[in-house]
């Protein structure tokens, strides 16, 4: 296991959270800052936006590394939804500018957020614009500011790397339990044990998720979260519109934990000129789309 890594589940739901409701409630008392990107009116009232954990230790040495994970997040405040894709980081794609073809993970590494967005945009066949990337730090604190994580731990999970940077220890029992941030960590960290490899570890983080946003969406922890604004601001990264982060922070606890919606893109592993790829069956891949993204197809899909 690398001692860098980045848990797609965990940067959905936390930047769900901060960015949709501490960030905008904060910036509105406070005047921090705003993100990147071009302040233009979102007319919509939903967004769709990359999520991007990056394999690097913090957002200031993220240049030329590649993606540990992907998500592709649509949230919309009509229907009270979220819409979640998990893209697995060893999907074989055509990358610009790459010949041949690549794991998707290598976009990042090549050309930055912009080229990941780009990637994802080509193999879904999708109008994209937005990406919100962070790296691991960011984890740990959420989770205890609004006092742990529930989830079900599916077996033992045990695991050290010394060699990591801080050494790294995995020691979680199986059964349910409340994960305070350390063991969170440990929790999306864990990588070797599934039967099913990186789709086993895409589905305890979809879980992971949807237990985080049920608990910070918790009224007693919606006055928690602008606390976290700082540590938004040190290990996140984001050209969403302020006009947009505002919007979606003031409506954000509409949001129906009921409708959170998760997939994982269809395929099957395989081992290609001695490296291992995971194959996506593009017929299942296109009706996935049409269903959780519809409107924002630019192709025949």
Same mark, same amino acid.
């Given at each position: 296991?690398?001692?860098?890594?980045?848990?797609?589940?965990?940067?959905?739901?936390?930047?769900?959270?901060? #960015?949709?409701?501490?960030?905008?409630?904060?910036?509105?008392?406070?005047?921090? *800052?705003?993100?990147?990107?071009? !302040?233009?009116?979102n007319?919509?009232?939903?967004?769709?936006?990359?999520?991007?954990?990056i394999?690097?230790q913090?957002?200031?040495?993220?240049?030329? #590394?590649?993606?540990?994970?992907m998500?592709?997040?649509?949230?919309?405040?009509?229907?009270e939804g979220?819409d979640?894709?998990?893209?697995?980081?060893?999907?074989r %794609?055509?990358?610009?500018?790459?010949?041949?073809?690549?794991?998707?993970?290598?976009?990042?590494?090549?050309?930055?957020? @912009?080229? #990941?967005?780009?990637? %994802?945009?080509?193999?879904?066949?999708?109008?994209?614009?937005?990406y919100?990337?962070v790296?691991?730090?960011?984890?740990?604190?959420a989770?205890?500011?609004?006092?742990? /994580? @529930? %989830? @079900?731990?599916?077996?033992?999970?045990?695991? =050290? !790397?010394?060699?990591?940077?801080?050494?790294?220890?995995?020691?979680?029992? @199986?059964g349910? +339990?409340?994960?305070?941030?350390?063991?969170?960590?440990?929790f999306? $960290?864990?990588r070797?044990?599934?039967? !099913?490899?990186?789709?086993? $570890?895409?589905?305890?983080?979809? +879980?992971?998720?949807k237990?985080?946003?049920e608990?910070a969406?918790?009224?007693?922890?919606?006055?928690?979260?602008?606390?976290?604004?700082?540590?938004y601001? $040190?290990?996140?990264?984001?050209?969403?519109?302020?006009?947009?982060?505002?919007?979606?922070?003031?409506? #954000? $606890? *509409?949001?129906?934990?009921?409708?959170?919606?998760?997939?994982?893109?269809p395929?099957?592993? *395989?081992?290609?000129?001695?490296?291992?790829y995971?194959?996506?069956? =593009?017929?299942?891949?296109?009706?996935? /789309?049409r269903e959780?993204?519809?409107?924002?197809i630019?192709d025949?899909?």
């Amino acid at each position: 296991m690398k001692k860098n890594f980045l848990k797609a589940f965990f940067i959905s739901l936390i930047c769900f959270i901060l #960015a949709y409701i501490g960030i905008g409630y904060f910036i509105l008392n406070n005047g921090i *800052k705003s993100p990147r990107g071009k !302040d233009s009116a979102n007319n919509k009232n939903e967004i769709l936006f990359l999520l991007l954990g990056i394999d690097a230790q913090d957002l200031t040495q993220e240049k030329g #590394a590649r993606t540990d994970t992907m998500m592709l997040v649509k949230v919309n405040l009509s229907t009270e939804g979220v819409d979640i894709l998990s893209i697995p980081r060893d999907t074989r %794609v055509n990358i610009d500018g790459r010949k041949g073809r690549s794991k998707i993970n290598a976009a990042h590494a090549h050309g930055g957020p @912009e080229l #990941a967005v780009k990637t %994802v945009r080509q193999l879904l066949g999708l109008e994209l614009d937005y990406y919100v990337k962070v790296d691991y730090k960011i984890v740990e604190e959420a989770v205890d500011a609004i006092g742990g /994580v @529930e %989830v @079900e731990v599916s077996q033992d999970m045990y695991y =050290e !790397d010394p060699s990591a940077d801080p050494p790294l220890v995995i020691d979680l029992k @199986e059964g349910r +339990q409340v994960l305070d941030g350390q063991k969170s960590l440990q929790f999306l $960290r864990f990588r070797k044990g599934y039967k !099913d490899a990186d789709l086993g $570890r895409i589905r305890a983080q979809q +879980q992971f998720m949807k237990a985080f946003i049920e608990q910070a969406l918790r009224p007693k922890n919606l006055f928690k979260l602008p606390r976290m604004v700082p540590s938004y601001y $040190r290990n996140v990264d984001t050209n969403i519109p302020m006009s947009t982060l505002t919007k979606m922070a003031l409506s #954000a $606890r *509409k949001i129906n934990t009921d409708n959170i919606n998760l997939s994982t893109i269809p395929g099957n592993g *395989k081992w290609i000129d001695g490296v291992s790829y995971y194959i996506y069956d =593009e017929n299942q891949l296109n009706i996935i /789309v049409r269903e959780m993204f519809g409107d924002y197809i630019y192709d025949n899909r």
